[in-house]
């Protein structure tokens, strides 16, 4: 083989990720969030609001932002639009809750993985499992999301746990 061939290959296959190797993986996982985000004029604009009360949406924890290094970008798994006759809304009233439980240091890429995958802990009798931003748009409590944020973003999800439990409190 080419030695400059096999200098160009990725050392995947030996276990052993090279800096290169991470770099794509950054690079791409920053392109799909950027995707899959808006900037606040954007956002403005869908929910019908002035740059002004998306900022201070943002300041007061009602909706979650993340600086992508050209200014604030917020992931569109907030935004919802029950049909295609409904206007766009946020995720609901339980949204500064969920925001509440994403750390300011929290990888915008993880919290979107998170809020947009299935979670078998999101089922309910009837449906089955839910992305944790479909259980909060449907009107499900929000303490199950919170648990699993808290769980993968922090690490602990302790004090929380009961409440994925409890049919009661999450249906």
């Not at 639009?81 to 994403?102: C, H, M, N, T, W």
């Not at 915008?108 to 479909?134: F, N, Q």
């Not at 973003?153 to 929380?160: C, K, P, R, V």
């Amino acid at each position: 083989m080419d030695d400059r061939i096999r200098r160009d290959t990725s050392s995947f296959d030996r276990r052993k990720l090279r800096h290169r190797d991470l770099l794509s993986v950054i690079c791409r996982m920053t392109a799909v969030d950027v995707v899959a985000s808006l900037d606040i004029d954007d956002t403005g604009a869908l929910l019908e609001l002035s740059r002004s009360e998306i900022v201070a949406l943002l300041e007061f924890g009602r909706l979650w932002g993340y600086d992508a290094g050209a200014g604030n970008r917020i992931p569109t798994w907030q935004l919802v639009r029950d049909s295609s006759f409904e206007p766009v809304r946020l995720l609901g009233s339980s949204l500064s809750a969920v925001v509440a439980a994403i750390p300011p240091s929290a990888s915008p890429g993880l919290v979107r993985r998170l809020m947009t995958t299935e979670d078998p802990s999101l089922a309910s009798w009837a449906e089955a499992a839910l992305t944790p931003a479909e259980w909060v748009a449907r009107g499900h409590s929000h303490w199950p999301v919170v648990a699993i944020l808290l769980r993968y973003l922090t690490g602990s999800s302790d004090f929380a746990n009961p409440l994925l439990w409890d049919s009661d409190l999450i249906r």
